[in-house]
């Protein structure tokens, strides 16, 4: 079976935001198109062009939200200072709505341009 990482960034019991990858099962409903995962209720979406010379000290996500690349890519770093470097064509999933949150950072000075997929209702 085919399958498609997603990053998650979540909030820990020690109220520190962590990275743990999540593997998105394909061929659930393959068909002639491709190959394709269950479905996943969304709430909305949002279109973003964040600056080359965004640098963002630790903050929350707003809200349960899938984030996908189009171009560009950041830089996020998590409370154990882990860092990881999501690039264009990548999907990662915000969920540190409390805690400590992360920092997100514009990387080689690069616009990214990105969608955000809300799960939750604002």
Do not use: C, W
């Not at 920092?103 to 616009?111: F, L, T």
């Amino acid at each position: 079976m085919q399958t498609m990482k997603v990053t998650r960034i979540y909030t820990g019991d020690d109220g520190q935001s962590h990275f743990e990858d999540i593997v998105v099962e394909l061929g659930v409903n393959a068909n002639k198109t491709g190959q394709v995962s269950e479905r996943f209720d969304a709430t909305g979406l949002i279109f973003r062009e964040t600056s080359g010379n965004y640098d963002y000290d630790f903050h929350n996500a707003p809200r349960r939200q899938y984030i996908v690349n189009l171009d560009g890519a950041v830089e996020i770093t998590v409370g154990s200072g882990e860092k990881r470097v999501l690039s264009a064509g990548e999907v990662f999933l915000a969920e540190d709505t409390t805690g400590q949150g992360h920092i997100s950072k514009a990387v080689n000075g690069k616009i990214r341009h990105s969608l955000f997929i809300t799960l939750d209702n604002d």
